[in-house]
Structures are given as C-alpha cells and as structure tokens.
C-alpha cells in the first residue's frame, strides 16, 4: 500500500483496461461488486445499450447515495447494498447465475472514504477511528483495538500490514490502551509513530499499520476469498472476471486463485483417455496489468493497481 494525495477527486482506475478486459457487450449482464463512487459503473453503461444491465453492489451506504444520485434513473442500472460476498445469493434472487458476461471487482478503499475524516480510514485527517466499509454493523477499529489481544495484533500488523516493527507497534497500542481508549485515527497514528524506529521513504509510519487494521475490521481477505468462486459460478461460458486489487495478499490470493482454475485437477497418468484436466473454469486472458507511468502521474491511488483478466470456459 502506497501514500496517497487524498486531495485528489476520485478517479476509476485502469479504466481502459478493465473496459477492455471485460469486453463489455452492449446486451450483456454486468456486476460492479465494488462500486465505491461509479467511476468504472459510468464507464460500463456508456457502452451499454438499451438492453443491457448493470448491477451494481457496495456494502457502504455512502456508495449507495451515490449509486441513487448518479444513476438512479438509468432503467438498465440497479444497486443493492451488501457485502459483495453475497453474490450468489443476489444473482440468484434475479436468476442470473450463470448468465453474466461480466464480473468487476475493484477492490480496497476509496478516495472519497478516505477523504472523509468521520470514516476513520485516514491518518492524515483527524477523526473517530471507524475503518468500516459499513458503519452501521460490526466493531469499529476503536472497539477492535480495545479487545484484541497482543499477539492476534502483533499477527495481523505483521501478515496483512507486513508492518517490519509488528512487534513494537503492537506493544505499544496495547500500553497505550491500558492508559486511555484509543479513540481518534490522530491518536493511533501517534502511538505508532512513536513505536517504529524508521520510516520508509515518502510514507508515514501508520500507513502499513492502518492498512492492517482496516482489512482486520471489515475481513477482507475473508471477503474475497468467499466471493471469487462465487464470480465463476456467476459467469455465462465467455464471460470475463477482472479484479483490481492494492494490496499483495490481495493479488497474491486472486493469481492462485485464477491460475487453480484454469489448471483444474490434472488426471491421473495411467488413464486409459485423457482429456483437459477436470475441473478447468478459466482462460487467462494476461498476464497482470499494471498502469502506466503517465496515469501514476495523474492519479496516485494507481500506483500500487493490479488488474487480472479471466474468461469462463464453456
């Protein structure tokens, strides 16, 4: 995870190459499972027509507003507000399994959730230290940090945030929280701040502590593991999965998860027939794409993008 001017307004990111990854028909059936703001949803419905259809999915209710503002008129766009780990569920409420041309996942946090300081997800703004995506259920990162005990915080500051001083940085939120509740992202940020002895070059030391919370508060990992067979499931035969993603775990999970599906089970050798191996989903369309130096240039939020592009076989 890279520092990010969150002065900037939003902008979707790797447009062009998701756009073109998906292949977007102009009668086929969409998901935007991670709508954030709608920037990758506008791009979709411009090259919709009439018989098209979007479904968009967020679990924020901020996203939702938006979702109704932006889009709300628009006869081929319809927005449900849940985890996108329910997909299944909502595609079948409509009897879509199976029958999708498209599935987009835009992962992490966006720049509007960062902007706002009563989200929390920032330390460069003042603020109750939520992290959730929905702030109406789960525990917020204060009511997390409260009760958690020293080594599952040391665990999770060291895997999801692979923060190199863990260990100090877990220590010392677990003395400062027998002192006074950590309330405030400026508290949190100060109290790691302290703990870590150097800093990597044009980041603050909360950044990979931060990070690790917020995926620790909203599961994350857990999110998206639950939800990319659920993607396959979802896709008509030559239907395309896109997945952006930020973070390495992240990335890490989507390429294994991808390649197993275009590998499927190998057979046994001393079968009598052999066929492709059994099991086989998936086509890779790329190798990862990244964005170019010129959109980094442009949009800072870009620069740590992964996108990977997989077609459902027949």
């Avoid at 419905?45 to 967020?58: F, R, S, T, V, Y």
């Avoid at 992490?108 to 603020?127: A, E, H, I, K, Y």
């Avoid at 500051?157 to 509740?181: C, D, K, M």
Wanted: without cysteine; neutral net charge; charged residues 25%.
């Amino acid at each position: 995870m890279t520092d990010v001017d969150h002065s900037l307004p939003h902008q979707p990111v790797l447009l062009a190459e998701v756009l073109a990854g998906l292949a977007v028909r102009p009668d086929g059936r969409y998901v935007d499972g991670a709508f954030g703001r709608g920037g990758h949803a506008a791009a979709i419905l411009e090259q919709l027509g009439p018989e098209g259809w979007l479904l968009a999915l967020d679990r924020d209710p901020a996203a939702e507003a938006a979702a109704i503002a932006r889009f709300g008129a628009d006869p081929r766009f319809s927005f449900i507000r849940r985890p996108f780990s329910r997909l299944a569920e909502t595609l079948a409420e409509r009897e879509w399994l199976g029958q999708v041309q498209g599935v987009l996942f835009d992962l992490g946090v966006s720049s509007p959730q960062l902007d706002d300081p009563q989200r929390g997800f920032s330390f460069g703004r003042n603020g109750p230290l939520d992290m959730r995506m929905d702030p109406t259920t789960g525990f917020s990162a204060a009511a997390w940090l409260a009760r958690v005990d020293e080594t599952e915080l040391n665990r999770v500051l060291a895997e999801w945030g692979e923060e190199r001083f863990h260990r100090r940085a877990a220590r010392a939120i677990v003395t400062a929280r027998q002192q006074n509740p950590i309330e405030t992202t400026r508290q949190l940020a100060e109290i790691i701040a302290a703990a870590v002895p150097t800093r990597e070059p044009g980041k603050h030391p909360a950044t990979r502590a931060f990070q690790a919370i917020r995926i620790a508060v909203n599961d994350e990992l857990g999110e998206l593991r639950a939800v990319l067979p659920q993607a396959v499931a979802a896709l008509a035969p030559g239907g395309r999965l896109a997945v952006i993603s930020f973070h390495s775990l992240e990335d890490r999970m989507v390429k294994q998860f991808l390649r197993e599906q275009a590998r499927g089970r190998e057979l046994p050798l001393d079968l009598p027939v052999q066929g492709r191996p059994e099991g086989m989903t998936l086509r890779l369309m790329s190798r990862a794409v990244r964005p170019s130096a010129m959109e980094v240039a442009a949009n800072p939020r870009a620069r740590s993008a992964t996108l990977r592009v997989a077609e459902r076989l027949a």
